[in-house]
T-cell receptor
Framework: NAGVMQNPRHLVRRRGQEARLRCSPM?????VYWYRQLPEEGLKFMVY????????ESGMPKERFSAEFPKEGPSILRIQQVVRGDSAAYFC???????????????FGSGTRLTVV | DAKTTQPPSMDCAEGRAANLPCNHS???????VYWYRQIHSQGPRYIIH???NNETNEMASLIITEDRKSSTLILPHATLRDTAVYYC??????????????FGTGTRLQVFP
């Protein structure tokens, strides 16, 4: 049973380009979460999605960032016109559903390290 | 807007218990306390969680004060492989409207021989 799969592991983009980060949740998980981690900081919530629905995007920057989780295929975090400040590690997590009573909660992937040059 | 505060770093001798404190004085009644750890910038890994009662699993114990304003993660017999950043986290899960982990800045635990 594969864990949460993220690709690519490392991504280099020039300023102004687009970055697409992909996340395949664990088998049987229908809830996906994206987090961003700046160097020497904790993770910051960005967005929570279920299949074909955005549930909470309160942590997403208002411009240039978007996320989707289609009926088929992985979840995609898209960053348009990247700037140097977007350089960070982006982690995806999945769970079978919300609520603190559910077992081990989230399972995180290994992350995508985005570098904007 | 972190809901938790932790000491930035701690040391522990191998084989001894590591006690990692966390303050979460603004936690709400239905919010859980979670602990994750992160090694070498890998993805965070779940350790334990709790609401009111103390919890124990094969990895650690979680002691939550009666007023729920603080907690302590206990690694009973620390090994060198336990060297990591440990995050004390509040999970905000409000029905079908949200479900998110609020991370603090973490404690960097160094286990030495």
């Amino acid at each position: 049973n594969a864990g949460v799969m993220q690709n690519p592991r490392h991504l280099v983009r020039r300023r102004g380009q687009e970055a697409r980060l992909r996340c395949s949740p664990m088998k049987g998980h229908s809830h996906v979460y994206w987090y961003r981690q700046l160097p020497e900081e904790g993770l910051k919530f960005m967005v929570y999605l279920q299949k074909e629905n955005i549930i909470d995007e309160s942590g997403m920057p208002k411009e240039r960032f978007s996320a989707e989780f289609p009926k088929e295929g992985p979840s995609i975090l898209r960053i348009q016109q990247v700037v140097r400040g977007d350089s960070a590690a982006y982690f995806c997590a999945s769970s079978p559903g919300p609520g603190g009573r559910i077992g081990n909660g989230y399972t995180f992937g290994s992350g995508t390290r985005l570098t904007v040059v | 807007d972190a809901k938790t505060t932790q000491p930035p770093s701690m040391d522990c001798a191998e084989g001894r218990a590591a006690n990692l404190p966390c303050n979460h004085s603004t936690i709400s009644g239905n919010e859980y306390v979670y602990w994750y750890r992160q090694i070498h910038s890998q993805g965070p890994r779940y350790i334990i969680h709790g609401l009111k009662n103390n919890e124990t699993n094969e990895m650690a114990s979680l002691i939550i004060t009666e007023d729920r304003k603080s907690s302590t993660l206990i690694l009973p017999h620390a090994t060198l492989r336990d060297t990591a950043v440990y995050y004390c986290i509040v999970r905000v899960a409000g029905g079908h409207n949200t479900d998110k982990l609020i991370f603090g800045t973490g404690t960097r635990l160094q286990v030495f021989p």
